[in-house]
């Protein structure tokens, strides 16, 4: 059967307002328990979706609309109000009330929900972690539901990899396995920019070569639909300097770092 652009969209709106209906349901349920007052909820994602944006459909590309995921916090008596003996806590909750403009990583939720559980959260990972039994990459961000505070971080920024095969398109693109893997894209978001390195991956010791094949660069405020790509322009080395800055949340990183300062470097001398 074939199936039209629109009726695509028409689908994922559809299952979006089912999985709504659902998630109203389990809160319902608990308040229905009477575990809403000592229950933290968080709704998340997996990753984005794509709707045909850049001519890419579901969830393979390194795009922010692939990327980004709503992440929600219900933490009782914290950041909802307790209500009176008898009524529910939610049969409205307005979760935009307050949101926090942050730049967050889902890395961010283990350490705190740890932290709300009332458990000390993971160490944090060191560079060489594959033997270590637990630690975390992530940030608690459990103090930021009493200390709301609605200005932008320019400084946060998070990450996320995609994989391909090749850097032309082939018919396993999108699905191929852990073997075919031959380039990789990091990516750096901020609210400020959206920053893609395409380098060299080898699968069997998931180490890069730093071999650039692409790099993108996007301005967010003023083209949020990441449609023009300012990485070949030299005016914006220092834009790419920027972002090589205080990034050293993953093992990759600092690698990814060095190549950051690299490339800002050699643009600006005009040499890229």
Same mark, same amino acid.
């Given at each position: 059967?074939?199936? *039209?652009?629109?009726?695509? =969209?028409?689908?994922?709106?559809?299952?979006?307002?089912?999985?709504?209906? +659902?998630?109203?349901?389990?809160?319902?349920?608990?308040?229905?328990?009477?575990?809403?007052?000592?229950?933290?909820? #968080?709704?998340?994602?997996?990753?984005?979706?794509?709707?045909?944006?850049?001519?890419?459909?579901?969830?393979?590309?390194?795009?922010?609309?692939?990327?980004?995921?709503?992440? &929600?916090?219900?933490?009782?008596?914290?950041?909802?109000?307790?209500?009176?003996?008898?009524?529910?806590?939610? $049969?409205?909750?307005? %979760?935009?009330?307050? !949101? #926090?403009?942050?730049?967050?990583?889902? @890395?961010? %939720?283990? $350490? *705190?929900?740890?932290?709300?559980?009332?458990?000390?959260? $993971?160490?944090?990972? /060191?560079?060489?972690?594959?033997?270590?039994?637990?630690?975390?990459?992530?940030?608690?961000?459990?103090? !930021?539901?009493?200390?709301?505070?609605?200005?932008?971080?320019?400084?946060?920024?998070?990450?996320?990899?995609?994989?391909?095969?090749?850097?032309?398109?082939?018919?396993?693109?999108? /699905?191929?396995?852990?073997?075919?893997? =031959? #380039? &990789?894209?990091?990516?750096?978001?901020?609210?400020?920019?959206?920053?893609?390195?395409?380098?060299?991956?080898?699968?069997?010791?998931?180490?890069?070569?730093?071999?650039? +094949?692409?790099?993108?660069?996007? /301005? &967010?405020? =003023?083209?949020?639909?990441?449609?023009?790509?300012?990485?070949?322009?030299?005016?914006?080395?220092?834009? @790419?300097?920027?972002?090589?800055?205080?990034?050293?949340?993953?093992?990759?990183?600092?690698?990814?770092?060095?190549? /950051?300062?690299? *490339?800002?470097?050699?643009?600006?001398?005009?040499?890229?």
């Amino acid at each position: 059967m074939f199936v *039209t652009q629109l009726q695509i =969209r028409q689908h994922y709106y559809v299952s979006v307002k089912y999985l709504d209906s +659902h998630v109203g349901r389990l809160l319902n349920t608990l308040d229905d328990l009477g575990l809403a007052e000592d229950t933290v909820v #968080v709704f998340t994602s997996d990753h984005g979706w794509s709707l045909g944006e850049h001519g890419e459909w579901a969830k393979y590309s390194n795009f922010e609309v692939a990327t980004r995921v709503p992440l &929600m916090f219900y933490v009782p008596a914290v950041n909802a109000v307790c209500p009176w003996p008898g009524d529910k806590i939610f $049969p409205y909750i307005d %979760v935009f009330g307050g !949101t #926090v403009r942050n730049v967050n990583e889902l @890395l961010d %939720v283990f $350490p *705190t929900v740890s932290n709300l559980a009332g458990l000390k959260p $993971p160490h944090p990972c /060191l560079d060489d972690s594959f033997d270590v039994e637990l630690c975390t990459e992530g940030d608690n961000l459990a103090y !930021t539901f009493k200390h709301l505070d609605d200005s932008m971080d320019l400084e946060s920024i998070a990450c996320s990899q995609y994989p391909r095969p090749a850097d032309t398109p082939q018919e396993n693109s999108d /699905l191929h396995n852990l073997k075919d893997i =031959r #380039v &990789m894209g990091y990516s750096l978001t901020s609210w400020d920019y959206r920053f893609t390195l395409w380098v060299g991956f080898d699968p069997a010791s998931f180490q890069t070569d730093l071999v650039v +094949h692409a790099g993108e660069l996007y /301005l &967010m405020e =003023r083209d949020p639909g990441q449609d023009h790509n300012l990485y070949n322009g030299s005016e914006h080395s220092l834009r @790419l300097r920027k972002l090589g800055q205080g990034y050293h949340q993953l093992p990759w990183a600092q690698t990814l770092k060095q190549h /950051l300062y690299l *490339t800002a470097e050699t643009k600006s001398k005009g040499m890229a």
